[in-house]
Nanobody
Framework: EHLRESGGGLVQPGGSLRLSCAAS?????MAWFRQVPGKEREGVAL???????TYSEAVKGRFTISKANYVNTLYLQMNNLKPEDTAMYYC????????????????WGQGTQVTVSS
């Protein structure tokens, strides 16, 4: 399983970014996490095969997770970005349920940096 994130960058508060995660294969659970140096990794959004989506309270209503099956790509549309969204964002995948933020995902990408600053 190979995951490669892209789409990070510098954006002003209130702006938008769309992250992409190119996957060699889709896992049963696909998720986005983020991490700030010195802090624990935080689950942001996840999507389960044949099921719905889950978001953290911090991003609910602003972020949208989706996937394009025909190109094996996972997306994270981030709107109304805030400085506290600044972090390294990681894509994660696992072939087994249940799909939660606390499970140990088997596969991880290298991350893409998102910086929200004026």
């Amino acid at each position: 399983e190979h995951l490669r994130e892209s789409g990070g960058g510098l954006v002003q508060p209130g702006g938008s970014l769309r992250l992409s995660c190119a996957a060699s294969n889709y896992g049963f659970c696909m998720a986005w996490f983020r991490q700030v140096p010195g802090k624990e990794r935080e689950g942001v959004a996840l999507i389960a095969r044949h099921s719905g989506t889950t978001y953290s309270e911090a991003v609910k209503g602003r972020f949208t997770i989706s996937k394009a099956n025909y190109v094996n790509t996972l997306y994270l549309q981030m709107n109304n970005l805030k400085p506290e969204d600044t972090a390294m964002y990681y894509c994660a995948s696992d072939y087994w349920a249940p799909c939660t933020f606390t499970k140990n995902y088997a596969y991880w990408g290298q991350g893409t940096q998102v910086t929200v600053s004026s």
